[in-house]
T-cell receptor, first 115, second 113 residues
Framework: AQTVTQSQPEMSVQEAETVTLSCTYD???????LFWYKQPPSRQMILVIR??????QNATENRFSVNFQKAAKSFSLKISDSQLGDAAMYFC????????????FGKGTRLSVIA | NAGVTQTPKFQVLKTGQSMTLQCAQD?????MYWYRQDPGMGLRLIYY???????DKGEVPNGYNVSRLNKREFSLRLESAAPSQTSVYFC????????????FGPGTRLTVL
């Protein structure tokens, strides 16, 4: 079974600085998707970024980028120029490409942004 | 375009009571999902429906039943609530295509006394 591990339960960053959240996963599949979701205090789950495993290029969305290392099964999220609104729980998630398979989530990293 | 809606937003039950959580999506998605979120556990899949007329168990299905009423609606029922079912419940939907993204509802906070 696939598993997703987020080894940092909590992180903090100074406003305007850069922070990297770690995620590793375990799978025997070769084709899959990886996601980072943000959950602010409102509880709403918001997609931050998505990476297709067959793409070598790392995904980027404005201040958010990933470092996808397929051989190492690592998928870290980098937040640049951190803002107070970035404070939230961040969840890494995995799903296979085949069929309508659900997401497998990590346990999350709580990010605090210090003004 | 409301996306994924859930009712109710909050609910308190006594042990042994039953209730149904409602979920609806207006994005014409084929697949729908129910997750529960507990502190330090992330989101865990309870049941999902890959398409209208089908349902499958997820990681933690015990104590729950689901109904895919039509393409839009996917309900989650607790027949006899237990304190261990105190949690935040999320419904999600996706198109079912390989490149799809799951979209989440706002969640239901359920407390079982």
């Amino acid at each position: 079974a696939q598993t997703v591990t987020q080894s940092q339960p909590e992180m903090s960053v100074q406003e305007a600085e850069t922070v990297t959240l770690s995620c590793t996963y375990d799978t025997s599949e070769s084709d899959y998707y990886l996601f980072w979701y943000k959950q602010p205090p409102s509880r709403q789950m918001i997609l931050v970024i998505r990476q297709e495993a067959y793409k070598q290029q790392n995904a980027t969305e404005n201040r958010f980028s990933v470092n996808f290392q397929k051989a190492a099964k690592s998928f870290s999220l980098k937040i640049s120029d951190s803002q107070l609104g970035d404070a939230a729980m961040y969840f890494c998630a995995y799903r296979t490409r085949s069929g309508n398979t659900p997401l497998v989530f990590g346990k999350g990293t709580r990010l605090s942004v210090i003004a | 375009n409301a996306g994924v809606t859930q009712t109710p937003k909050f609910q308190v039950l006594k042990t042994g009571q039953s209730m149904t959580l409602q979920c609806a999506q207006d994005m014409n998605h084929n697949s729908m999902y129910w997750y529960r979120q507990d502190p330090g556990m992330g989101l865990r899949l309870i049941y999902y429906s890959a398409s209208e007329g089908t349902t499958d168990k997820g990681e933690v299905p015990n104590g729950y039943n689901v109904s895919r009423l039509n393409k839009r609606e996917f309900s989650l029922r607790l027949e006899s609530a237990a304190p261990s079912q105190t949690s935040v419940y999320f419904c999600a939907s996706s198109s079912g295509l390989p490149t799809d993204t799951q979209y989440f509802g706002p969640g239901t906070r359920l407390t079982v006394l």
